[in-house]
């Protein structure tokens, strides 16, 4: 959350954590690729996890801290910044904008590994960074005990299913997200992570599945994907068979500011702020996704 200065709106970021507890997340994730950490400095990123650390700890959830960056040394600095101040881990995920190779990205986790002592979690493919195969996940999975989680963001049902076939479950938790969310859970994922707007749908569909409703949950399931074309429109350009509806960053502020009334802001530039089309998209997604919600299955 920014303020129109594009300063860190404080307020708003407790806000924020209190909605998304109150919606039924059991944990936090500050510094994600949606809270637009390439475009921010350092100094506010740390400021950012401090502030949410210091109002999410009173709840007693669980707390992640986003460490990605632009290169490795930041990523180091920022991991041994969210251990001092009481993260439970450091996340993490292969630099960008330049897409590494994979001897690169098995580089940048061992230099990560080799000069910190949190927990590490991993992005499987940042959304506009370098894709990494199962095996090559199964490769860093191996490097060190210290590695606990992967929030898992591919879509493609070949790669979902060989994280599961090479053992990558047996050695740390694989995550979905919001559009991926119930294949994971089928093969075993104990949970899901997402976009603070996409929780309360996100928490009816885990619900559904521990519950044994299967026809409720893949209706929710397939009500989040029909919203979400992979989100990230860079992303999107280059996969077959997706779409582009919106324009990004700026889209997905609004979204979330008219679900939970809480004014996060604009995108910083160069990303415009949410036009008038893309306002009404978002309202009348929302309103699709509260009745569904509400609905009695």
Request: glycine fraction near 8%; proline fraction near 6%.
């Amino acid at each position: 959350p920014l303020k129109e200065d594009y300063s860190l709106n404080e307020d708003a970021v407790r806000r924020e954590i209190d909605w998304v507890i109150q919606k039924g997340a059991t944990g936090i994730w500050p510094g994600g690729y949606a809270g637009q950490w390439p475009e921010l400095d350092e100094e506010v990123r740390k400021r950012h996890l401090k502030v949410c650390i210091d109002h999410a700890k009173k709840n007693r959830i669980f707390c992640a801290a986003g460490c990605h960056a632009t290169n490795t040394l930041e990523t180091v600095r920022l991991a041994n910044y969210a251990e001092e101040i009481g993260y439970d881990c450091a996340w993490i995920s292969p630099t960008v904008p330049r897409k590494a190779t994979d001897d690169e990205i098995i580089e940048h986790h061992r230099w990560v590994l080799d000069h910190t002592t949190i927990p590490i979690a991993l992005y499987d493919s940042s959304p506009a960074g370098s894709y990494m195969s199962p095996e090559l996940i199964a490769r860093i999975v191996e490097m060190s005990g210290r590695i606990i989680a992967m929030k898992a963001i591919v879509g493609d049902i070949v790669h979902i299913a060989s994280l599961y076939h090479l053992g990558v479950d047996q050695k740390i938790s694989i995550l979905g997200v919001e559009w991926n969310m119930l294949p994971h859970l089928v093969l075993g994922a104990p949970g899901a992570m997402g976009g603070s707007d996409w929780i309360p749908v996100m928490r009816a569909t885990y619900e559904a599945f521990k519950t044994g409703n299967m026809n409720r949950a893949w209706e929710l399931q397939k009500a989040i994907a029909a919203q979400s074309p992979l989100l990230i429109p860079r992303a999107a350009s280059s996969t077959m068979g997706s779409r582009i509806d919106h324009s990004g960053i700026g889209y997905l502020k609004a979204r979330f500011s008219l679900m939970s009334g809480i004014d996060i802001g604009p995108p910083v530039p160069p990303y415009r702020p949410a036009s008038a089309g893309e306002v009404e998209k978002a309202k009348k997604g929302i309103q699709s996704l509260e009745a569904l919600i509400a609905k009695q299955s």
